[in-house]
């Protein structure tokens, strides 16, 4: 297939393996931000609602910091894991280029 010639967009979000790839795409996003923003708003409602228990401290380190922090490393991992799922994803995508070609 020449990288010039236009796909059949039609055909190709008929395809079963597109349909799988998006969808796959689109369950992982939804609940990694889910379950992120979840987590946020459960930090701030008790940074809030619960001060006095997010003042107690761990290690001479107070709970809000630890919440923060964990945030922060929150942060990293659902990167790390959308990188690692971004390689299984490549592959099918390749395999719907290819199919496409073969049309």
Known sequence: MSSLAEPNWEALARDPEFRALVASRRRFVAIGTAFYSAY????????????????NEILG????????????????VMA????????????????????????
Not at 61 to 76: D, Y
């Open 80 to 103: 790390w894991l959308y990188a690692r799922r971004a390689g299984e994803w490549e592959a099918m995508a390749a395999r719907v280029v290819e199919g496409a070609g073969r049309r």
């Open 61 to 76: 380190i107070s709970l809000a910091l630890w919440g923060g922090l964990s945030i922060c490393a929150l942060t990293v």
């Open 40 to 55: 946020l708003i459960a930090f701030l409602a008790l940074l809030g609602y619960a001060k006095d228990f997010m003042a």
